[in-house]
């Protein structure tokens, strides 16, 4: 049976996303933080270990758009992931308003772990 493929679309547009975003805040926190005018962390290693694991979730969501079938119980640790920014990202939104560079990103990631569950 074959599968749809806008499965493996998917997940190679989540590799870019998530990759380009993990590989900008490891590289590049500061000017980042500077540009949004957001007070950076006292340590830029709690931005950069973030940032390194959506690169590992990049490599993750390669593998799944190279043959979702074969990776298929992969994605679960996709959706979690999107689960739990979304999550946290919505949560702190609604209690104490967060800067505006979070709020796309959790759109965004709100709209692919629903196709993730979908897939």
Known sequence: MNQPKWISLL???AALYDGILGA???VSPNYIF???QIAPPNHVG???FPAALLLIFALMFIAI???PRANCRLIVYGILLKVA???LTFY???AADI???WKPFAIIDLVMGVLFVVA
């Open 11 to 13: 997940f190679w547009i």
């Open 24 to 26: 900008l805040f490891l």
């Open 34 to 36: 500077d540009r949004f």
């Open 46 to 48: 709690y931005v950069q």
């Open 65 to 67: 758009a190279r043959n």
């Open 85 to 87: 920014y979304c999550g």
């Open 92 to 94: 702190h939104w609604a």
């Open 99 to 101: 800067p505006i560079i």
